[in-house]
């Protein structure tokens, strides 16, 4: 080390998760927010899926088909959005936070998936520890 050299050091562990190499960064520091990117297309359209299920909850529409004829939309489509609604809470969270796996899109939300919430995660690539949904993992 030079004069007038400062040397910073923080421990982090590399690690692979279901794949994918992850930084895994101390607990008490953040990622910086540059690391979030929010999808506008999916919050979008889980937006439209809790609207459109309100929407038929409140009495606007007696089905899901007449609802979609109300709104001038492909009663396939409005099916397949409102699934969405069956997304687990931690899977609909995390979209709406900007912390989606990367390369996940709505067409790949809008095919078919499993009701169970393990197998969400795993199709989708949420399938990681509880603890990485501190924001202490940051994918390399």
Known sequence: MSKGEIVISVPIT????????CLIIPDGLSLPEE???????LILTILRAWKWNRMLEIGKATSAEAL????DISPTYMGRVLRLNLLSPD?????????QPKGLRVIDMLKPFPILWDKQR???????????????????
């Open 122 to 140: 795993e199709i989708f690539g949420f399938a990681i520890k509880e603890e990485d949904y501190a924001h202490n993992c940051l994918p390399i």
């Open 35 to 41: 690391t979030v990117k929010k999808d506008d297309s």
């Open 91 to 99: 899977i609909k969270l995390a979209l709406l936070e900007g912390h």
């Open 14 to 21: 590399l690690t692979k998760r279901h794949g994918r190499k």
């Open 68 to 71: 979609a004829r109300q709104l």
